[in-house]
């Protein structure tokens, strides 16, 4: 790595002065340290945010339940009560990396990290996403790329947490300067369908501060499922959430994500809402698998996810009513 | 709370500054004004920007105090072994995709590679060799040399960590809860079979240690 | 003359590794562990390009970085680098910063090459040339025997596929790496080797030292699976900064090194045709076969034992045969010999078509291999291997079982020489008691040292825990690399004969009939001051050479999603006089979990535009983990008539086969390309449907 300051925030707005315009912030430091260590990421000043207050606790409420955007994952996945009332994000975290990553990985973190495409990621090439000129999985491998996207960088989104969050319509607070934003998933990621060189809509200087998921009754079930390679600790290759409120087996309201096939977390809002009202059963759930992968563009190796993120969806719903 | 004025330095509050900015609010007592001086002067030695250079640090490994001085950019493992010779945990990968390195920050295994010593600050940390202080294995080592849950070793000190964590938490777990507890060590050896093995047989679980060798000249 | 006993009672017992302790407590030492007084990191720069022109490298800016003490190039004058990767430069620092800040200041002056990396762009006509006077492509090596064509067309069925392997990667946890001290009374080098020997002819021939003076020391290391031996380029690296800097210098590879210039298995791309007569007897085989060993296929081989090329029809027999072979130079870090060299390849090819074949006659797959396998053993462990996993119960007609995720069962076999020779050691026994066997081998985690303190323990009567087993030291007495899987037939027969002598001495010397057991400590007693050392060696008659195996996979294959999960592999395994059947069982389960690694996860991925090796990591080059590794059921055959025989590389050959013929059994219909990945399996999938 290149070197370094270090200093340790203790208020929201010295993290933002210390890290001025050249730093970064520090949590969990698993993708920060490991671009890094690739000379992709050469930040003057860290500035460790994991003394700040009041942003790592999971509070419960009858609205709203709020996580702290430092909250680790494995806090998460170990949350009793947050896995009884949000199975889709107890099933995501679970699958997020590996044990000693979830004991340092930050909610905020792992809604931010950067993209995983192995262009990227390489220290000698300058892809799009990196102010070069050319996309390189276009017509190289691109068999982990996005079936989706609205620009020319085909590298998609790999949080497992966004796919959750965004099937249980949380919202993302952060603090833009002296502003506090209140943003939807499809707002954090929204800079990155449109834009090659974007991550997500996040800003230099931004600081996530915390997660609200609108509070769930019993009438509420969700469900997140992934395809890897891997039994474990392996990225998905399609990812799922679901998250519907029903009667019995009949669908009030729906909200279907896919993970790992946009640059975004991808839903169309058409098929979801035509989900309400209907009986949810395997002639449907197909349906929607179908539908939703309606404008998928495959390249030349990633076709496969096709089939496989139809069967994903299927199988995703009918956890539901299983 | 007070914003530092820009002509102030990256985070340096000068007292000068802050001084200032207390004149603007409503008159405070003596006392509250000495308080708050206090909190914020705390507040800015904790925020004290370090480096580049070498910072002192002093890390408590295996219930030991360790100080020295190494640069910000310096992990957590390349102190263990380069500055302290503390060698249990391994240099495999150093991109947190293998565990190797894997030691506990209060209990908890992470990877070491991907911390920085001056953040693992203030964190009990425990390596491998924290594990057997008095020469006397723990559970986990025991078993895992009885059912020979290791070839080359290499990979041997991080898997100990991650499944006596795993005891800790779980101390009946099932296979598959193994298999995730460990799913972020990597062996090539190939000794998973018999460290599934071995962690049952710690956990108290019977364990069927079978080996089948049955003499070629007896099969007609 | 030293023998096997007949009735042994430490030899073939259950014995815990005696290393072991030192390894769960994190005492063993490897090389990257071991820190001499004043020791520095050392790192190296490797070229960018996959190909240029090197025609100047400046060192000024590296040497004046705080810190650094010496910086090297590896080769005067310009040269042509012809892989991402290759060696250029590098530098010893007290602090791996200073050395990562170093490497970033040498400049490199540099001129483009054109390059090619993938065999099928390399093969072209008007590709790159990788070497400047040969083509990418060899000339076939053409081979034939009887009438094939013949044979073929008076066949009662005959298959037909293309098939292929990808590059893999040995990728053991311990990167290559050497920590050397080179002063003026001579070289000392602790290496994470597999040949201690050959690291030390190495250095002394490449730093012109006499081999006297130059001293290897290995006693741990964290595996190596044929990749590490000989110095390295990075061990006479070290060597040299070592000299300049007046220190000893470590240099490990990085992770990323790895898999761009630490060796690898060649790829294969198979066109396989086979044929066999109405009652199942194979008439005729057809092979045509390229693969890249990287620039190792072109004009220089580094390493030895990686070429493309492979035993065909491996192990059987048939009577008419065209093999044709062709080496295929691309951009690429050389192939250094892995586990069992070109036979995976063999196997993969062969197998796969063995059941189709078997399955077109409407043969059962494991009675066509009984009626066509030449080796009455393997025939055995067949016949032993099917009743033991439930093959009759289990195996169905491809693609006959229902429902989304299909179960499939498949098998082959294997074949391995890993007989021994060449090796010294010696015995000392102190008036103690206390027993020290001390020989120039290497444990790479395969239980070299567990083996010598069990043969010297059943000479001696004694526990293995009261010996000690000194190895890895040049200062020893010689033994071979450890490789062929011919570590435990060259050791054991030394370590028996040594021991019988020593015995026989201190029986002699003491004047005690018999010495042994609880007689020991007495006959010792009276050595009086000096130790007895006692030298023996590698006799006749101990050893042989020529194991089989046998393996069945059992799986599941998701075909919704693609995944395949392997669920259990049985193995039938034949080595000779099994000396430690704890350790050899290991061996086994981790032959079977690399080959499974080569089945569905593991390849090198090369990116065509830009040159590079795409997966420099373990997050993209996938080794099997805990979660997905099988149930593994081990059968050992112990045959001790003929002597010890090695185990390590039998046990990776058929498991990629035995899984691809259950994933073809499971799905009916065949994917012919390793890895089999969801992607494959999904397009294979579609084609049943389509039809």
Redesign the interface.
């Known amino acids: 790595m290149k070197s370094f300051q270090y200093a340790t925030a203790q208020t929201i707005e010295s993290a933002h002065e210390l890290a001025g315009k050249k730093g970064a912030y520090l949590a969990g430091g698993n993708d920060l340290l490991g671009l890094m260590k690739e000379y992709l990421a050469e930040p003057d000043i860290l500035v460790d945010i994991k003394s700040l207050p009041g942003l790592n606790t999971v509070q419960p409420g009858s609205e709203f339940w709020t996580i702290g955007a430092n909250v680790t994952v494995a806090q998460i996945e170990d949350h009793a009560d947050l896995s009884k009332t949000f199975p889709v994000l107890h099933q995501a975290a679970t699958d997020v990396g590996s044990r000693q990553i979830r004991n340092v990985a930050s909610l905020g973190g792992n809604l931010a990290q950067h993209s995983r495409c192995w262009y990227f990621r390489h220290r000698d090439i300058k892809c799009l996403k990196k102010w070069g000129t050319t996309c390189y999985a276009r017509d190289g491998e691109n068999q982990y790329h996005s079936l989706f996207t609205g620009n020319p960088c085909i590298s998609p989104v790999v949080s497992n947490l966004s796919i959750a969050l965004a099937a249980l319509d949380a919202r993302i607070i952060i603090q833009r300067d002296t502003e506090t934003l209140r943003w939807s998933i499809a707002d954090l990621y929204a800079r990155a369908w449109d834009n090659p060189t974007a991550h997500n809509s996040l800003q230099p200087g931004d600081l996530i501060l915390r997660v609200e998921i609108p509070h769930q009754d019993a009438s509420w079930r969700g469900a997140y499922m992934q395809v890897s390679q891997k039994a474990d600790f392996d990225w998905a290759l399609a990812s799922c959430a679901v998250a519907a409120q029903m009667d019995g087996a009949k669908i009030i309201a729906a909200r279907v994500y896919l993970g790992s096939v946009a640059p975004v977390p991808y839903t169309v809002p058409a098929v979801t809402k035509g989900m309400a009202g209907k009986t949810l059963d395997a002639g449907l759930a197909a349906q929607v698998a179908q539908s939703l992968l309606a404008d998928a563009e495959p390249l030349s190796q990633n076709a496969y996810k096709i089939p496989m993120t139809r069967a994903l969806i299927q199988r995703t719903l009918l956890q539901l009513i299983a | 709370m007070n914003k530092p004025t820009p002509d102030a330095g990256a985070g340096h509050v000068t007292r000068r500054d802050f001084l200032k900015s207390l004149g603007t609010t409503a008159v405070a007592t003596a006392a509250t004004q000495a308080q708050t001086i206090a909190e914020q002067l705390e507040r800015t030695r904790a925020e004290k920007i370090l480096g580049p250079g070498p910072v002192p640090i002093s890390l408590r490994v295996n219930g030991r105090e360790f100080h020295l001085e190494v640069e910000p950019r310096v992990t957590l493992l390349d102190v263990l072994r380069n500055n302290l010779s503390i060698t249990g945990p391994k240099e495999v990968c150093d991109r947190g995709t293998c565990g190797a390195c894997t030691v506990w920050m209060e209990g908890q295994p992470v990877y070491a590679c991907m911390k920085l010593a001056i953040e693992a600050q203030n964190h009990s940390i425990t390596t491998v060799e924290g594990l057997s202080l008095e020469g006397k294995l723990n559970k986990v080592q025991e078993a895992f040399l009885e059912e020979d849950a290791l070839m080359c070793g290499y990979c041997t000190p991080g898997f100990i960590m991650s499944a006596t964590a795993l005891l800790k938490f779980n101390p009946h777990p099932t296979a598959q809860e193994i298999r995730h507890a460990c799913a972020g060590n990597i062996c090539r050896c190939g000794t998973h079979p018999r460290i599934i093995k071995a962690v049952l047989k710690a956990s108290g679980a019977t364990v069927t240690s079978n080996l089948d060798v049955i003499p070629y000249a007896s099969l007609a | 003359m030293p023998a096997w006993p007949d009735k042994p009672t430490q030899i073939?017992k259950?014995t815990?590794?005696v290393?072991?302790?030192?390894?769960?407590?994190?005492?063993?030492?490897?090389t990257?562990?071991v820190?001499p007084k004043g020791c520095l990191?050392g790192m190296i720069l490797r070229s960018?390009w996959p190909a240029a022109k090197i025609t100047g490298i400046n060192l000024s800016k590296a040497l004046q970085i705080p810190g650094v003490k010496a910086a090297v190039v590896v080769r005067e004058g310009s040269r042509t680098v012809r892989y991402?990767g290759e060696e250029l430069a590098a530098v010893a620092g007290l602090?791996?910063?200073a050395c990562?800040?170093a490497l970033?200041v040498i400049e490199v002056e540099a001129t483009p090459l054109p390059f090619v990396v993938k065999e099928k762009e390399a093969k072209k006509t008007g590709a790159a040339a990788v070497w400047e006077n040969s083509p990418n492509l060899s000339k076939p090596k053409v081979n034939e025997k009887g009438n094939p064509d013949k044979a073929f067309s008076e066949a009662a069925a005959v298959v037909e596929d293309f098939l292929s392997t990808p590059v893999q990667l040995h990728?053991?946890?311990?990167?290559h790496g050497n920590t050397v001290s080179w002063t003026d009374e001579g070289v000392i080098a602790w290496a994470s080797t597999q040949g201690i020997f050959s690291v030390r002819e190495g250095l002394a021939g490449n730093l012109n030292v006499e081999q006297s003076k130059v001293q290897v020391i290995s006693e741990?290391?964290?595996?190596g699976?044929g990749a590490k031996f000989g110095p390295g380029v990075e061990g006479s690296l070290a060597a040299r900064l070592s000299k300049m800097a007046g220190a000893p210098v470590r240099i490990?590879l990085?992770?990323f090194d790895e898999a761009l210039a630490a060796g690898n298995r060649p790829s294969s791309f198979q066109r396989v045709k086979l044929g066999a007569s109405a009652d199942g007897k194979l008439t005729a085989f057809e092979l045509d076969a390229y693969g890249t060993a990287g620039i190792g296929s072109g004009s220089s081989t580094e390493g030895g034992g990686g070429g493309a090329e492979f035993p065909a029809p491996y192990i059987y027999q048939v009577p008419n045969t065209r093999v044709q072979h062709s080496g295929v130079s691309v951009n690429a870090g050389s192939a250094r010999a892995f586990r069992a060299p070109g036979h995976p390849q063999a196997s993969f090819g062969m197998e796969s078509m063995m059941d189709d074949l078997a399955v077109k006659l409407g043969i059962d797959p494991v009675e066509f291999r009984i009626q066509n396998d030449p080796s009455p053993?393997r025939r055995?462990e067949y016949e032993?291997g099917r009743e033991r996993c439930g093959w009759k119960e289990k195996y169905r007609k491809p693609g006959s079982s229902t429902g989304?995720v299909k179960t499939g069962i498949g098998c082959a076999g294997a074949s391995w020489g890993g007989g021994g020779g060449g090796t010294k050691a010696e015995a000392q026994i102190n008036p103690d008691g206390s027993v020290e066997i001390r020989c120039g081998t290497q444990d790479?985690?395969?239980?070299t040292k567990t083996v010598i303190a069990i043969i010297a323990a059943e000479v001696f009567q004694l526990r293995p825990g009261q010996i000690t087993a000194s190895i890895g030291d040049t200062r020893y007495p010689p033994s071979g690399g450890s490789g062929g899987s011919t570590t435990c037939a060259s050791v054991s027969p030394a370590v028996l004969d040594t021991c019988t002598r020593a015995l026989q001495e201190l029986q002699t010397q003491t004047g005690i009939p018999d010495a042994r057991g609880s007689h020991w400590l007495e006959a010792c007693k009276k050595l009086g001051v000096n130790p007895l050392v006692v030298s023996g060696q590698w006799v006749k008659g101990l050893s042989s050479s020529g194991v089989g195996g046998v393996q069945f996979a059992e799986v599941e294959v998701?075909t919704?999603?693609?995944?395949v999960?392997v669920k259990k592999v049985t193995c039938i395994q034949?080595c000779g006089l099994?000396m430690s059947?704890?350790?050899c069982?290991?061996?086994v389960?981790?032959?079977?979990?690399?080959g499974m690694g080569y089945a569905?996860?593991e390849e090198r991925?090369m990116?065509?535009?830009?040159g590079?090796v795409?997966?420099p990591?373990?997050?993209?080059y996938?080794?099997?983990?805990?979660?997905?590794?099988p149930?593994?059921?081990?059968?050992?055959?112990?045959?001790?008539?003929r002597g010890v025989i090695g185990v390590g590389e039998p046990v990776t050959i058929p498991t990629a086969s035995a899984i691809a013929n259950a994933v073809a059994n499971a799905i009916g219909i065949r994917v012919p390309n390793l890895p089999i990945?969801?992607?494959r399996v999904?397009?294979a999938v579609?084609k049943i449907k389509a039809a």
């Open positions: 073939g259950r815990l590794r290393d072991g302790r030192a390894k769960v407590t994190g005492a063993a030492k490897y990257s562990d820190q990191h960018k991402y602090t791996r910063q990562l800040d970033r990728h053991a946890l311990e990167t741990f290391m964290g595996g699976f490990m990085t992770r053993v055995r032993l989304i790479l985690g395969t239980g998701d919704g999603t693609g995944v999960r034949d099994v059947p704890l350790t069982e290991s061996q389960n981790g032959g079977i979990i690399m569905l996860f991925i990116d065509s535009e830009s590079v795409l997966n990591n373990f997050e993209t996938k080794l099997p983990g805990i979660a997905d590794v149930e593994i059921d081990i059968v050992l055959l112990d045959m001790p008539e990945t969801p992607a999904l397009a579609a």
